[in-house]
């Protein structure tokens, strides 16, 4: 069975930093390597929104929020994929969720909280 599981999420403080993993559990080495993974993220009261993607050759793409805040990057030998999040805002306040996507499957994770206080 196919899961994403994402953790590292917490309460943190308006400026600290905190790293969250999303592991493909289930999912072939050789699927991960070619899918393009994604970070996505709902707020209370709000739509899902990308965060940050990155594709199969690593390339990352940011959404304007998270530029210079936040990184995605993976590690294809241990089908992870990591987002490090720098200067925290209670507005990156969400559930934080983990995507794989590639031609044939569109699978996501059931998130991590994050909650940042001021």
């Known amino acids: 069975q196919v899961r994403l599981v994402e953790s590292g999420g917490g309460v943190m403080q308006a400026g600290e930093s905190l790293r969250l993993f999303c592991v493909g559990t289930?999912?072939?080495?050789?699927?991960?390597?070619?899918?393009?993974m994604g970070w996505y993220r709902q707020a209370p009261g709000k739509q899902r929104e990308l965060v940050a993607t990155?594709?199969?050759?690593?390339?990352?793409n940011y959404a304007d929020f998270a530029k210079g805040r936040f990184t995605i990057s993976r590690d294809n030998a241990k089908n992870t994929v990591y987002l490090q999040m720098n200067s925290l805002r209670p507005e990156d306040t969400a559930v934080y969720y983990c995507?794989?996507?590639?031609?044939?499957?569109?699978?996501w994770g059931q998130g991590t909280q994050v909650t940042v206080a001021s």
């Open positions: 995507n794989l996507k590639s031609s044939t499957y569109d699978w």
């Open positions: 289930g999912v072939s080495g050789a699927l991960f390597r070619i899918s393009d």
């Open positions: 990155i594709t199969s050759g690593g390339n990352g």
